[in-house]
């Protein structure tokens, strides 16, 4: 077949099996999710055997040391997958819940309900866990999943879409095996076709790097949830504590230079320069972080310890810099005034806006959603970290007896 033959047949079935699982209650869809990490405990070594030849193979190509380390299942990254499929089972099932219900005069009663998606088409890179992750995520929603993971976790991906199948298919019937599938192309031509396939792929989640997101964005005439990149600000304002400012600019910076709600950039009001800047030089020298406090690019996204610096003479401008240089996901003030915080939360145009506090908490197990499917920074339909009730959508049931429009 050709790859879009393939590709058009794996949404097919995928969406044959998306109106199958809408007929599971809860109590069966986390019984084929207990199956699935039971699976995987079992299927341990050949998933360890596939994932340690993508390794080998990434390590001899000559791929960063970063993508190789994302692109390994160490035994406490397995362990944590399979733990996190039976948390997702532990969750509330937000499908079929009733949002909003009202009664007209005419006697109406209007049910607003949450409702699954259908199909979910999640592209990746390096990281195989991920695959695992959205699948448990979509299947406790009732949505289908379509994996397109990089090529560098060919083996990996293959193998764990081949033990959640397998695993539906016992837990659920045959019926259910299509909800995960993988696209087995590397072609980029199969991501080109799963996100034109309207008619049976319902959104698409794309997960990596800007030039895969932005790929995906241009191509696709499904929706696409997404965030482009993580520029992230930490603004200490006047009179601020500076001993929290400097923890939170080392915790938003340093504990995970890689993650998209890394702070890169610190603003800095004028008032505190002087006081503040030689500690923060200090503790960067330390730490091993690069600033730059002159010629900066203020749009770039790091992802490593390096941070942009400047100094502002307001909270107006520090609003206006977040606002015109961020990337609309995660930013922060430190402060003592009640004013100034309000302030900021109100007119930050970001997903996640903080007040003395890290902007790395920007993540759905942090929020107390127990997981998540990504991060989004559109304003449609879904905002933030994306969770349970963030993959499904909503209908409206209506309840009469007789009742006609005059």
């Known amino acids: 077949m050709t790859v879009a033959e393939t590709v058009l047949k794996i949404a097919k079935d995928a969406r044959a099996a998306s109106r199958f699982l809408r007929t599971l209650d809860t109590a069966r869809k986390n019984a084929a999710l207990e199956e699935i990490a039971r699976s995987l405990e079992e299927s341990r070594g050949e998933i360890a055997a596939a994932n340690a030849q993508d390794v080998a193979d990434a ?5 960063p040391p970063a993508l ?13 997958m399979v733990r996190g499929v039976r948390e997702v089972a532990a969750l509330p099932d937000p499908v079929g819940e009733t949002v909003k219900r009202t009664v007209r005069p005419n006697g109406l009663e209007i049910l607003k309900t949450r409702e699954p998606f259908g199909v979910v088409a999640v592209i990746f890179e390096s990281r195989p ?10 299947l406790k929603t009732s949505n289908a999943i379509i994996l397109r993971g990089g090529k560098e976790a060919a083996r990996s991906n293959a193998a764990l879409s081949a033990v959640l199948s397998a695993a539906l298919a016992r837990s659920a019937g045959p019926a259910a095996a299509a909800a995960v599938q993988s696209v087995p192309v590397q072609d980029h031509e199969a991501v080109r076709e799963l996100v034109r396939l309207p008619e049976y792929v319902d959104v698409a989640i794309p997960r990596g790097g800007e030039r895969l ?43 995970r230079p890689s993650a998209c709600n890394a702070a890169e950039c610190l603003l800095v009001h004028e008032a505190e320069a002087a006081a503040f800047l030689p500690r923060v030089r200090e503790w960067a020298r330390k730490a091993g972080v690069v600033l730059h406090e002159s010629g900066c690019d203020f ?17 107006d401008e520090a609003i206006a810099h977040v606002n015109a240089w961020g990337s609309h996901h995660s930013d922060a003030i430190v402060t ?3 004013a100034s915080a309000e302030r900021f939360l109100r007119d930050v145009d970001s997903a996640a806006v903080y007040v003395n506090a890290s902007t790395r908490f920007t993540d759905g197990a942090e929020f107390g959603m127990g997981a998540e499917i990504g991060i989004s920074t559109d304003k449609l339909h879904a ?8 993959l499904t959508t909503y209908k409206y049931r209506i309840k009469g007896s007789g009742q006609c429009r005059s």
């Open 336 to 338: 003592r005034s009640e």
């Open 68 to 80: 190789v380390d994302r692109l390994a299942l160490t035994p406490e990254r397995f362990a944590a």
């Open 299 to 315: 749009s770039r996204e790091f992802l490593s310890l390096e941070m942009n610096v400047a100094v502002v003479k307001s909270i």
């Open 383 to 390: 905002r933030g970290p994306m969770g349970l009730e963030e």
């Open 129 to 138: 866990n991920v695959g695992v992750d959205t699948a448990a995520l979509c």
């Open 59 to 63: 390590r001899a190509a000559g791929y």
């Open 213 to 255: 997101i932005r790929a995906v964005t241009e191509a696709a005439l499904v929706p696409v949830l997404k965030h482009y990149k993580g520029v992230c600000h930490v603004y200490v304002d006047a009179g601020a504590d500076l001993d929290m400012a400097l923890a939170l600019t080392a915790n938003s910076k340093a504990q």
